[in-house]
């Protein structure tokens, strides 16, 4: 796994360059939770869509009506699913930070049901938060991003929920929001061109296999998959930096939260 990234403040390509290398340091682990809720997922669907054909010919529930609660249903598991899978990617981050080996089971112990819907409470608060603040005329919305950008890692390492995880994270933005607001502009550039490379390479390789104009979607999709992880890893990163600048944080605080 190599040596352990040591904390420390980092400015915005460090701190960019850092998540490329948390990520590829800890890819097993990133593809095995991927591979498992993305398969959790889906059996759920297929249940709830069995469930709805049985109940469409034994009890001549409306297919209309069928299809529109398995769609609802399935959004609702989506959500889930993205919400064990970003509790999972914030502790793989913070583990490995701390020296150890984040393995699969590990990091699965480490998640309970509470956890999960108090991370998806939180972040409907956040999302209405910046809805409103587009609709008040874009930049209110972009201001609230960055001021609220914290509330999800704070929910799964400080166990600090709802508003009070949205004031917590406002505290830790203030003095740097600027400097968050680059950060993230750095990443999304740096990952932006990562992906152009990716969906060139396998473009070209889906070409030569034969599958036409089909190759460029496809190769967009597997480059999407591959790369979401990053644009999770970043914010983990940014968090500890902003503690670490604020409330001199380090190794051993992080070794005692989890």
């Given at each position: 796994m190599g040596e352990?990234?040591?904390?420390?403040?980092?400015?915005?390509?460090?701190?960019?360059?850092?998540?490329?290398?948390?990520?590829?340091?800890?890819?097993?682990?990133?593809?095995?939770?991927?591979?498992?809720?993305?398969?959790?997922?889906?059996?759920?669907?297929?249940?709830?869509?069995?469930?709805?054909?049985?109940?469409?010919?034994?009890?001549?529930?409306?297919?209309?009506?069928?299809a529109v609660g398995l769609a609802l249903g399935g959004g609702i598991v989506g959500l889930v699913i993205i919400m064990y899978y970003y509790a999972a990617v914030t502790l793989t981050v913070s583990v490995y930070l701390t020296g150890h080996k984040a393995g699969l089971l590990q990091v699965l112990k480490r998640i309970s049901g509470t956890l999960i819907f108090q991370l998806l409470g939180t972040l409907v608060l956040v999302a209405l938060a910046i809805i409103g603040g587009f609709i008040l005329l874009i930049i209110p919305g972009i201001i609230f991003a960055i001021r609220f950008l914290f509330a999800s890692p704070i929910v799964v390492l400080e166990r600090v929920?709802?508003?009070?995880?949205?004031?917590?994270?406002?505290?830790?933005?203030?003095?740097?929001?600027?400097?968050?607001?680059?950060?993230?502009?750095?990443?999304?550039?740096?990952?932006?061109?990562a992906s152009f490379?990716?969906?060139?390479?396998?473009?070209?390789?889906?070409?030569?296999?034969?599958?036409?104009?089909?190759?460029?979607?496809?190769?967009?999709?597997?480059?999407?998959?591959?790369?979401?992880?990053?644009?999770?890893?970043?914010?983990?990163?940014?968090?500890?930096?902003?503690?670490?600048?604020?409330?001199?944080?380090?190794?051993?605080a992080l070794r005692e939260a989890l």
């Open positions: 352990p990234i040591e904390l420390h403040r980092m400015g915005p390509v460090e701190i960019a360059s850092t998540t490329f290398r948390v990520y590829l340091r800890t890819l097993p682990t990133m593809l095995g939770l991927g591979v498992l809720f993305l398969g959790i997922g889906f059996a759920v669907i297929l249940v709830m869509g069995i469930a709805v054909g049985i109940g469409g010919s034994v009890f001549g529930v409306d297919s209309v009506f069928g929920t709802y508003a009070r995880a949205m004031r917590r994270s406002r505290e830790l933005v203030k003095d740097h929001w600027w400097r968050i607001f680059l950060s993230l502009l750095v990443v999304t550039v740096l990952i932006q061109v490379i990716i969906v060139a390479i396998l473009s070209i390789a889906l070409l030569a296999l034969g599958l036409g104009e089909s190759s460029s979607s496809i190769a967009q999709g597997i480059s999407s998959v591959v790369l979401y992880p990053l644009g999770l890893i970043y914010p983990v990163l940014l968090y500890y930096d902003i503690r670490i600048r604020k409330e001199a944080f380090n190794i051993a």
